[in-house]
């Protein structure tokens, strides 16, 4: 399984997008274990792009951090239920 990370232009200036894409980064290597083994070569596999898209700026607090987690442990969750072919 390849995995990229994207935020969109909307956020306002490099800094956050760069901020935006460690968060994200950071939360698939907590998480990616969710996953039964992302690097074993399964007969479902995929490329999968996890891409951010707020409008205006991206807020500084532990809140918002944490709903980037959450967010992306939700989409781990899913893709581990549709990868293993489970209903």
């Keep these: 399984m390849r995995v990229g990370f ?9 800094v956050e ?6 968060w ?12 039964a083994n992302p690097f074993e070569p399964t007969p479902r596999s995929a ?10 700026r991206l807020p500084h607090t532990p809140g918002s951090r ?11 969750m899913e893709l581990h239920h549709h990868l293993s072919g489970k209903p």
Excluded: C, I, T
Aim: a positive charge.
């Design 47 to 56: 490329e999968v792009v996890f891409m951010l898209r707020v409008r205006g």
């Design 66 to 76: 944490a709903a980037v987690d959450q967010a992306l442990v939700a989409l781990l």
């Design 6 to 14: 994207s935020v969109s232009r909307s956020v306002e200036n490099a």
């Design 17 to 22: 997008r760069n901020r935006a894409r460690r």
């Design 24 to 35: 994200m980064k950071e939360a698939y290597r907590k998480n990616k274990h969710l996953l």
